[in-house]
Nanobody, 119 residues
Framework: QLQASGGGLVQAGGSLRLSCTAS??????LGWFRQAPGKEREFVGA????????YYADSVKGRFTISRDITKHTMYLQMNSLKLDDTAVYYC????????????????WGQGTLVTVSS
C-alpha cells in the first residue's frame, strides 16, 4: 500500500516536500512520477530499496531530492526551486527492479497528490 501526501499550492521558486508512506514494500525500489494535465505520466526520480542510490530525470536534477526513511516506511521528495512546469499530480510507486524510469516497471502505485506552482 502506497499513500502520497504533501501536495499543495506554492509559488514559483518555492519549495515543497512530498511524502509517500509505503507499507509492505520494505524491500521494493521506489519511484516518483508525475502527470500534468493533458500530458503523459513522466518519471521524476527513484531510490533503491536500501536508500543508498538515487536516479533523477534531467528536468529535476539538482532541484529535487529523494530520500527514504526505512524505519518509518516513508519516502520523501524534496522539491526546491519549483517551476510552473512542475505543476502535476505526483505519484509514488514501488517495483522490484532497481532505479527504473519506466512506469511499466512499477507494480504498485499510490493515489497521487496534486502540486500546483503559481507565478
Amino acid at each position: 500500500q502506497l499513500q502520497a501526501s504533501g501536495g499543495g499550492l506554492v509559488q514559483a521558486g518555492g519549495s515543497l516536500r512530498l511524502s509517500c508512506t509505503a507499507s509492505d514494500v520494505l524491500r521494493y525500489n521506489l519511484g516518483w512520477f508525475r502527470q500534468a494535465p493533458g500530458k503523459e505520466r513522466e518519471f521524476v526520480g527513484a531510490i533503491r530499496w536500501s536508500a543508498d542510490r538515487t536516479y533523477y530525470a534531467d528536468s529535476v536534477k539538482g532541484r529535487f531530492t529523494i530520500s527514504r526513511d526505512i524505519t518509518k516506511h516513508t519516502m520523501y521528495l524534496q522539491m526546491n526551486s519549483l517551476k510552473l512546469d512542475d505543476t502535476a499530480v505526483y505519484y509514488c510507486a514501488a517495483g522490484s527492479l532497481i532505479l527504473r524510469n519506466d512506469a511499466s516497471d512499477y507494480s504498485y502505485w499510490g493515489q497521487g497528490t496534486l502540486v500546483t506552482v503559481s507565478s
